[in-house]
């Protein structure tokens, strides 16, 4: 395989490159836009005319500089092994191959793609989204050889990715219910993946019938079908052995593979717990489910809300939290499939005495809720409040209260809230009292991991605000 012919290098090693706001010539998808996807399909030979790229829409060369567009890449392929459950394997291998380009930033998957294209690469001549497609053709026919043929069809205009746009959305619910169909007990044999070691180097995900892969766009059959054509490659079987932990989804086969392919990193998950031990995340995830530590509950943000979450956290800032490939307890980046499992955190609903894994779930934006909101217990539903419901800490304590979410019967709940209340106006009085001299207060860190120490001497802080932050010491480029 060859790309001498086209303008910009392409290769693994370019796998990781940021293209910043200031370095780009466009922006493709991505949160402000409405409809954007890509797909896979497997077709019979006939219908594929090999090699061939199709546009729809204006071309690379005729937008403008700083812009932003729809994409839709449609990518169909044909060969005598494929079968239907290898597709949206192949479609997760579209983020891996646009990152090899040079000059081109992709993240996400399915309908939450999001590319850059940076200036220097369009200033070598890659002005046409034809290069884009004939690159992908040949990535995937000489890395997945069981590929013969492959066409692409490229949309960039708002009212041709209508159609397409729809049909994928089709697609993937019809994968993501056949996915729903079956549980852990059902199988004998998990799955993993690490093709997000490129960027998270410690991070594999175990796909399992309950727990789909945090990127959204792996399900166990996917995984099972990948794993049977290409043994080898970046999914592979993971034999459960002994269950070690029921409720925490803790086995014996899954320590040993995550301790050998976290490269010694990580050697006890509990899939089943964001809190403790909680699976790794790489930073593909669809949505992270939080710890509120004021009510002893979870939110949970997707990556399509732009406003703060019930934190104060933007999405991003979160992300930045959570993934990267450690184990953080209190930020686990989790598909939206994995909300509507049975098994959804269960070991944290368990600990608190909770019935569930959801009922520790307090807050959840919108657009989480309008996608899951079929699969919630019908007591919990109208208890779990939205960003339209609440906006502050605060106006959360008072939420939970008034619909009398499941929350307020924990330990946890009464330990959270009994602090603030004991220190009302009368106590604080008498802490003004304290004897000056060496005081230490420690302040856990999220989940409480990590954290600081502080240690005041011989000083009397009276404020309505302590703003704690990080200061950078880095020496600023000139
Ligand atoms: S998020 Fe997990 S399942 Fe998805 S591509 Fe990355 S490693 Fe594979």
Known sequence: MSFVDLPVEIGPVYEGERIRAK??????????????FELVRVKPAKEIKDGQVIIKGIDLKDMKEGSTHPIGIFVEVAGPELEEDLEAVFERRIHEFCNFVNGIMHLNQRYTNWMRISKSAFEKGFNSFEMLG????????AELPIIKSAQITIFT???EIEKPFEMAMEVYEKRDERARSINDEDVDMFYGCVLCQSFAPTHACIITPNRMSLCGSISWFDARAAAKVDPKGPLFEVAPQ???DEIAGEYEGINQTLKKRSLGEIDKVYIYSGMEFPHTSCGCFEAIDFYIPEVNGHGIVDRSYGDVAINGLPFSAMANQTGGGKQMPGFNGISIQYIMSPKYQQYDGKIEGLKSGIETVVWMSKTVKDRVAEFLPADLIDKIATNEDVTDINALKEWVKDVNHPIIETDGYRTATADEEEVDEEEYGALEG???GTQTISI????????FKLILKNCKIHCETLIIKKIDNKPKRK
């Open 23 to 36: 370095q780009m010539y466009v922006e493709l998808g991505g949160p402000k836009m409405e409809k954007h």
């Open 434 to 436: 304290l004897p000056l």
């Open 157 to 159: 205009n708002e009212k």
């Open 444 to 451: 856990p860190g999220a989940g409480g991991m990590g954290g």
């Open 134 to 141: 004939t690159i992908l053709i040949r990535l995937f026919k």
């Open 242 to 244: 002994e269950c070690y």
